[in-house]
């Protein structure tokens, strides 16, 4: 019964409504013929021969007794007008051809003539049911038939797209569309569901984007008030001392290296912002390239980077001998932001340990340094720019994480017991 109920309910839209319609027809036949065989019956009751005609006659006896009876008359089929007839009963022939009898006609009548006023309304009220029914049957079955079809298929799908609709044109997306039937009308509604989470995510991934942005320009605006706080007193002091004679030219050499550094920081931060943003504009350009032979290439380069700083570069790699679908530049960007970041900070290796599990490319790299700090852990997922004690801002971290989103993936950051550990997975 359970089968059947969603057989009906998950039936497309055209086969539901031809087996509702034939189903009301069948009905609807069924329903007249039963009305019409009852008012025949009925009909039958009250007129059990309706094209009987009966005559009413006197007889007059030789005697001259004169007697009157109401007989059943039956038409020769061959004779139009009054013809040689038979009159009687239910004993047979009640009116010979007797010597001397006399009869005379006195009056005609069909048999609904002789019915009382009730039963000849009630009679021709039967008559008027058994040709009006049908029409009437029909027209309630259609009208029965449209609205199970507007309940059963129309109604709720319509209500819920209705309501989707308002909810977002009042920019509200935190809603769900959900309506259990496999006809059309599921489908449309399926499909506005996937549309709705599409533009959630979307949304959701602007709304980040901007709320990264403007952390970012929070973060370099308080990161810019050191350097120009100490610009504003160089400046203010070098005015005094110009002013009074009463600075040195040591004390001005010095002030003016100082205020070099200050101003190359400044470049720093706002040439950090502009590879920020161009990395957001990056494009992405994936191509099917061995896993392994990808592997190879970037390793290889990045061990002269290691080379160069007298760090031993360790790499595993847990690839099949397979292709993959990614954009070989972005990765090896994405790699030598990281790498360089740990060559800054490891001791005597760096290890990179590649694998490929579900679709999904899982680059580690680890060294052995003295880990990330609280705070870049504090910011873990965010595009901040972080400053580290040497004045180096966390713009590789930054970088990579943007290439990682940009390529379907993430970048997580960790400490080990031997150091720092970021953990890179892209979508290929």
């Given amino acids: 019964m359970e089968t059947l109920k969603n057989k009906w309910n998950n039936m497309p839209l055209r086969r539901f409504f031809i087996t509702t319609v034939c189903i009301s027809i069948v009905i609807v036949a069924i329903l007249s013929a039963l009305i019409i065989s009852c008012c025949t019956s009925f009909r039958r009751w009250l007129l059990p021969d309706p094209n009987a005609v009966y005559l009413t006659v006197e007889e007059t ?24 007839l038979q009159m009687e009963d239910d004993n047979g022939p009640i009116i010979e051809k007797i010597e001397g009898l006399k009869y005379s006609v006195q009056k005609i009548q069909k048999s609904f003539d002789t019915l009382t006023p009730k039963r000849k309304l009630a009679y021709k009220i039967a008559g008027v049911t058994m040709v009006a029914a049908p029409a009437v049957l029909a027209f309630a079955g259609i009208i029965l038939c449209s609205m199970v079809f507007y309940r059963r298929k129309l109604k709720e799908p319509l209500k819920l797209m209705a309501d989707a609709t308002k909810q977002i044109a009042n920019q509200n997306l ?37 709320e990264e942005r403007r952390l970012m320009q929070a973060s370099v605006a308080h990161d810019l008030r050191n350097p120009i706080a100490i610009i504003e007193g160089y400046t203010e002091y070098l005015d005094e001392g110009l002013k009074s004679g009463n600075i040195s030219m040591e004390k001005t050499a010095h002030i003016v290296q100082n205020l070099n550094v200050a101003a190359k920081r400044l470049e720093q931060y706002t040439e950090s912002v502009r590879l920020l943003n161009q990395s957001e504009d990056t494009p992405l350009n994936r191509k099917l390239i061995s896993a392994l032979e990808l592997a190879d290439n970037i390793t290889e380069d990045l061990s002269l980077l290691a080379e160069q700083n007298k760090i031993t570069l360790h790499v595993q790699k847990k690839l099949p001998d397979k292709e993959i679908n990614v954009d070989s530049t972005v990765l090896y960007r994405i790699l030598e932001n990281i790498i360089n970041n740990a060559l800054r900070y490891a001791k005597q290796k ?24 609280h705070e870049i852990l504090k910011r873990e997922g965010k595009n901040l720019l972080i400053s580290g004690q040497d004045g180096h801002m966390g713009i590789g971290l930054s970088i990579s994480r943007l290439l990682c989103r940009k390529h379907g993936g993430g970048l997580k950051l960790s400490n080990t017991s031997n150091g720092a550990c970021v953990k890179i997975f892209l979508l290929v």
Avoid at 62 to 84: F, I, W
């Fill in 350 to 373: 760096i290890c990179i340990d590649f694998s490929l599990t579900d679709g999904w490319l899982n680059v580690e790299v680890s060294d052995d340094g003295d880990g990330f700090s």
């Fill in 174 to 210: 935190d809603f769900e569309i959900s309506y259990n039937c496999s006809d059309e009308l599921g489908d449309l509604c399926r499909s506005f569901e996937n549309m709705r989470t599409a533009l959630w995510e979307n949304n959701k991934a602007m709304w980040n984007m901007l």
């Fill in 61 to 84: 006896n030789s005697d001259g007794v004169v007697t009157r009876g109401t007989y059943l008359l039956k038409y020769d089929e061959d004779v139009s007008s009054l013809p040689s």
